[in-house]
């Protein structure tokens, strides 16, 4: 079954999987760029030998300045547009195809996220391949090609069992999170007048789903950084052990302070822009058709 939705603006007609893709990519990518210092030093703790975040986060400016903790943000900003864009729009088109199904909301919402997570993972495994190569080096010159030329084209996509774990399992508990939160926060009931209201529970719903799914994801991430990072980890289950009998269970939350205290900002921001950049489509004073293809 194919389900499109056109919204109707002044006489245009919008798919609407086309709006959701457009702020996604928008959101998406200013999200990351203001999180991506807390990023470098998540990675870095992750990678380092028990340093905290604050003596690496000192170490990095006296060596390579401020801007050592923006190494490699062009690739994640730029990447993350695409990224961002098909989550939210594979996301927002399969709740509007739950929506034809009886089920509840949570569970509507989980298997969008899950879904989003399974089309995203292809965009996201190379793109953040590279990224965390950028972030663990302060020196050498990393890119799609060397890599390409190293390793083969496959090359970039090491870590792709893991990274689709971590997909499904985040946005699978970031977005259910997120529908149960405005639903608490009862935020689709408030008026016009009551904006600023809604803009702030749209961030507090944002990055507090953004904590929760990083909660429930963040030891597959360590897996994936680990096998990215480091050619001769090349399967998800055995260095998943090879972590756990070399440095014990508290291997797999190594770095979720910071990873935390950036998720808050980074989800709350996405999604206050993510909803606000749809907002004029939703309100639109023409109505949105709806046609089905079996």
């Given at each position: 079954m194919l389900v499109t939705e056109n919204a109707n603006l002044y006489g245009f007609q919008?798919?609407?999987?086309?709006i959701d893709f457009a702020a996604g990519v928008v959101s998406g990518s200013i999200g990351v760029?203001?999180?991506h210092p807390l990023d470098t030093l998540r990675i870095r703790v992750q990678l380092s030998n028990s340093k905290p975040m604050l003596e690496l986060a000192a170490e990095t400016c006296a060596k390579e300045g401020v801007r050592g903790l923006y190494k490699g943000a062009v690739a994640p900003v730029i990447g993350r547009a695409p990224i961002s864009g098909v989550t939210m729009a594979a996301n927002d088109y399969c709740l509007r195809m739950m929506n034809y199904f009886n089920m509840g909301e949570n569970l509507k919402a989980t298997?969008?996220?899950?879904?989003?997570?399974?089309?995203?993972?292809p965009i996201c495994c190379p793109i953040e391949?590279?990224?965390?190569r950028k972030q663990a080096y302060s020196n050498g010159n990393i890119s799609y090609k060397s890599i390409a030329i190293q390793e083969g084209f496959s090359g970039l996509f090491r870590g792709l069992t893991p990274t689709l774990t971590r997909e499904i399992l985040g946005n699978g508990s970031f977005f259910a999170s997120?529908?149960?939160?405005k639903r608490v926060f009862k935020i689709d009931q408030l008026?016009?007048?009551?904006?600023?209201l809604k803009s702030l529970y749209i961030f507090l719903s944002g990055g507090l789903g953004g904590i929760l799914s990083w909660i429930a994801c963040y030891p597959m991430d360590i897996v994936k950084s680990v096998m990215q990072n480091n050619p001769e980890h090349t399967n998800m289950m055995r260095t998943y052990h090879y972590l756990l009998s070399r440095h014990g269970y508290k291997v797999f939350f190594k770095g979720l302070g910071p990873c935390l205290i950036r998720a808050f900002p980074v989800h709350g921001v996405t999604m206050l822009l993510y909803e606000w950049m749809k907002s004029p489509f939703e309100n639109a004073e023409?109505?949105?058709?709806?046609?089905?293809?079996g």
């Open positions: 919008i798919p609407k999987t086309a760029f203001v999180g298997i969008a996220g899950v879904f989003a997570g399974i089309v995203s993972t391949h590279i990224k965390i997120y529908g149960y939160l008026s016009q007048n009551n904006q600023s023409y109505p949105i058709n709806c046609e089905m293809f």
